[in-house]
């Protein structure tokens, strides 16, 4: 594994539970995960990059069938206790274990970005890929330019690597993958981040 890869998924396990004592509330995303709930056709969705389960929970109590998918084993173990009617699994968005065609759709907020660029268009195909014909794809990340290793105090010593993009270079990424882009916001995080973040939802053609 690439070191960016190691220090990312140690940085998670490491500090799991301030993670979710930080990240346990849906509010702030309560207008894109309602939003998603009415779009998705069918109800068999996967969360990738789960992470504590905040999200999943609020789609199983809102009538969808939910699978979580992490790498941060650390935080597998509280999705699993928090939401115990999902279904998690360890697996790595670039190589989804799932047919084709498996999911009305894809939430995957805050993870896309822990990827390279060169390394995005793999995990962008393997949602494509298993996305049903018009299925929905919800996706958020930071907004900036360029991509590194970053370290704050809250990561406890460790580092996690952020790739950051535009509105535009996003949308390109998308609809170079055959995706129709239905909504982009740009919001504010106040919260422990304080980040701009970019969120797009789209629709597989």
């Not at 360029?146 to 390109?172: I, R």
Request: proline share 1%; hydrophobic share 35%.
């Amino acid at each position: 594994m690439d070191n960016w890869f190691e220090e990312t998924l140690e940085t998670y396990d490491e500090t799991a539970d301030w993670y979710d004592s930080k990240h346990n509330d849906s509010k702030s995303m309560k207008y894109s995960l309602d939003k998603f709930i009415d779009l998705v056709e069918t109800n068999k969705v996967v969360d990738i990059g789960c992470g504590n389960g905040r999200d999943v929970k609020y789609l199983v109590e809102n009538g969808l069938d939910v699978i979580g998918v992490d790498l941060s084993s650390q935080l597998l173990k509280i999705a699993r206790k928090k939401v115990e009617e999902a279904k998690f699994i360890n697996e790595d968005m670039r190589d989804l274990p799932f047919e084709n065609s498996s999911f009305g759709g894809i939430w995957t907020c805050a993870a896309f970005h822990h990827l390279p660029k060169n390394e995005g268009e793999k995990a962008l195909k393997e949602f494509y890929r298993i996305l049903k014909p018009k299925g929905i794809l919800f996706i958020s990340v930071k907004k900036g330019e360029g991509e590194k290793m970053v370290e704050k105090d809250y990561y406890q010593g460790n580092q996690k690597f952020f790739a950051y993009y535009s509105e535009n270079e996003l949308q390109e990424k998308l609809e170079n993958m055959d995706f129709e882009i239905l909504e982009i916001k740009e919001n504010k995080d106040s919260g422990v981040s304080n980040s701009n973040w970019i969120s797009i939802f789209a629709k597989k053609n």
